[in-house]
């Protein structure tokens, strides 16, 4: 007995001594089969009791289930002391120091197109406009005959569209088929005051064309419109956009749907008007091109030019956002850079949004 007792001993002696020594889970599971797993030291001692007398193995079975129960509640100590110090460690590692400065969210803003054609919508929903959009995949009649340029017209060939595998479709190459569509939908109603801004393509890129732009077209058709009312109209217009100091003027031009046609200039952002490369020395430059409505494009809006008048106007998104922004590239605006796009989170045309 006593050599049964020395032998519990020194398996109990090495047994601690491993897990004293055990400094992590894997180790205490690994000790915890080696001595009470299927085939551990001590329950293969158990299963061998079943050859001793009986009278023995009574004995022996009471002194290795004694030395069962204590490597059980030791290995669960252990396993409990190793829980707590790996959780310490893990806070330890996680620990916040109050006192450093936090990390700022980064704050989305919108960009300089979006903020650009906005502005010009805040000012003509005031004066009692409606917005107004069409399809971006239009019709040839929509886009040209309607306007008043018959197929052949020289203004076909200088717009150099993009068509599509669909007989008689086209990427529509202003926002001006809207003008049709939004009298359509009028069907002869009055006033006629219709804002409709969008994207539209042209085969052109360079640092001043992208192949798509953004327009926003006006159309305002009631008795008695004038050239006055247009002039009043975008005078208004751009001086609330660009600021009261901006002065304009109104040169002749032409275009297939309007008669008589103008362009409206702006003095010069770069120059103040003084003369410079950006407005080739004159202290000018072109901001939008507009007109009285031609008759051809009443009728085929259903509109009687006996009757009624109206002007239309069409202006560019990207070159009103690079004179807010100060930009010099028009590619800038279709990069999306965000180095670039964040500088404008504050600064709106040099003042602060
Ligand atoms: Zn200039």
Redesign the pocket.
């Known amino acids: 007995m006593q050599s049964k007792t020395s032998t519990d001993g020194r398996w109990w002696d090495w047994f601690e001594e491993t897990l004293r020594t055990a400094r992590d889970l894997p180790a205490i599971q690994s000790l915890r089969y080696q001595w009470l797993g299927k085939r551990g030291q001590l329950t293969v001692a158990m299963k061998e009791l079943a050859q001793l007398p009986a009278e023995q193995r009574r004995l022996r079975g009471q002194q290795l289930n004694q030395l069962r129960q204590r490597m059980v509640e030791a290995l669960d100590i252990r396993q409990r002391e190793i829980d707590i110090e790996t959780e310490a460690a893990l806070l330890n590692g996680e620990r916040l120091d109050m006192t450093m400065p936090g990390r700022p969210p980064r704050v989305g803003l919108l960009h300089p197109l979006t903020r650009a054609r906005r502005r010009i919508e805040d000012v003509l929903l005031r004066m009692g406009f409606s917005l107004h959009y069409g399809p971006q995949v239009e019709s040839e009649w929509y886009n040209f005959e309607a306007l008043n340029i018959p197929a052949g017209h020289p203004a076909r060939d200088m717009q150099d569209s993009f068509f599509v595998d669909v007989p008689n479709m086209v990427l529509r190459t202003h926002t001006s088929p809207v003008q049709i569509r939004a009298m359509q939908q009028h069907q002869g109603r009055l006033p006629v005051k219709v804002l409709a801004p969008g994207v539209v393509y042209r085969r052109d890129d360079d640092a001043t064309h992208t192949p798509m732009f953004q327009q926003v077209e006006g159309l305002v058709i009631d008795h008695g419109i004038g050239l006055a009312d247009l002039k009043g109209t975008l005078t208004t217009m751009v001086r609330e956009v660009l600021g009261e100091r901006v002065e304009t003027r109104f040169r002749s031009s032409y275009f297939p749907f309007t008669e008589p046609s103008v362009e409206m200039d702006v003095t010069?952002?770069?120059?103040?008007?003084?003369?410079?490369?950006?407005?080739k020395?004159?202290?000018w430059?072109e901001i939008l091109g507009s007109g009285m409505v031609h008759p051809v494009v009443l009728a085929n809006g259903g509109y009687d030019a006996s009757v009624v008048s109206g002007f239309a106007f069409g202006l560019g998104i990207e070159r009103l956002a690079m004179r807010l922004f100060g930009l010099d590239d028009l590619r800038l605006l279709y990069q999306n850079d965000l180095q670039f796009l964040q500088q404008f989170i504050r600064w709106e045309g040099g003042r602060q949004a």
């Not at 010069?268 to 407005?279: E, F, K, M, S």
């Open positions: 010069c952002a770069a120059c103040g008007g003084v003369g410079c490369r950006t407005c020395a004159t202290g430059v």
